[in-house]
T-cell receptor, first 113, second 110 residues
Framework: NAGVTQTPKFQVLKTGQSMTLQCAQD?????MSWYRQDPGMGLRLIHY???????DQGEVPNGYNVSRSTTEDFPLRLLSAAPSQTSVYFC????????????FGQGTRLTVV | RKEVEQDPGPFNVPEGATVAFNCTYS??????FFWYRQDCRKEPKLLMS???SGNEDGRFTAQLNRASQYISLLIRDSKLSDSATYLC???????????FGSGTRLSIRP
């Protein structure tokens, strides 16, 4: 049981480059979400999805796009990387929004130079 | 007002002490509550769910006060391994998203 798989684990980008962070879960979870966590800070919600074909913005969506074409996958796309996007990114999933445990991927450590 | 508020700490307590954290929330429609633990540079993991009647898991006790809109976590006989950041989490409100608090840092000293 793989749970939530995030790739890559580490990435260095140059300013202006674009890239996609991958997130996949094999638990048939409806709810998936992306967070960023800056050093010494809490999780900030970027985007979330309550099911395939449905996405919504979180607290800090600017500079990021998401799509949810399948239940399993929820990729996060950085459109034009900026140094302010240097952070650790976590993907999480849960069976539903209500009353169930959220499972996290191991995180992607992104540095934009 | 933030949807979830936690004292960021850090709480620095000696081994064996009892320590308690509170977390207040603003949306009275929130339906499910959890405490998560996050170790340095790791992903958050579920510590325990919080039930209306209160619940206990070994040295950990969680309580929910709907009238005052807060949840609490009590750690008894603290161990060095309890050093971590503790996040309160809310789910199932009309916002249709899971909401994480910013966390309370706990450091247990020998």
């Amino acid at each position: 049981n793989a749970g939530v798989t995030q790739t890559p684990k580490f990435q260095v980008l140059k300013t202006g480059q674009s890239m996609t962070l991958q997130c996949a879960q094999d638990m048939n979870h409806e709810y998936m979400s992306w967070y960023r966590q800056d050093p010494g800070m809490g999780l900030r919600l970027i985007h979330y999805s309550v099911g395939a074909g449905i996405t919504d913005q979180g607290e800090v969506p600017n500079g990021y796009n998401v799509s949810r074409s399948t239940t399993e996958d929820f990729p996060l796309r950085l459109l034009s990387a900026a140094p302010s996007q240097t952070s650790v990114y976590f993907c999480a999933s849960s069976y539903s929004v209500q009353g169930t445990e959220a499972f996290f991927g191991q995180g992607t450590r992104l540095t934009v130079v | 007002r933030k949807e979830v508020e936690q004292d960021p700490g850090p709480f620095n307590v000696p081994e064996g002490a009892t320590v308690a954290f509170n977390c207040t929330y603003s949306n009275s429609a929130s339906q499910s509550f959890f405490w998560y633990r996050q170790d340095c540079r790791k992903e958050p993991k579920l510590l325990m769910s919080v039930y209306s009647s209160g619940n206990e898991d070994g040295r950990f006790t969680a309580q929910l006060n709907r009238a005052s809109q807060y949840i609490s976590l009590l750690i008894r006989d603290s161990k060095l391994s309890d050093s971590a950041t503790y996040l309160c989490v809310l789910g199932g409100s009309s916002a249709s998203k899971i909401i994480f608090g910013s966390g309370t840092r706990l450091s247990i000293r020998p």
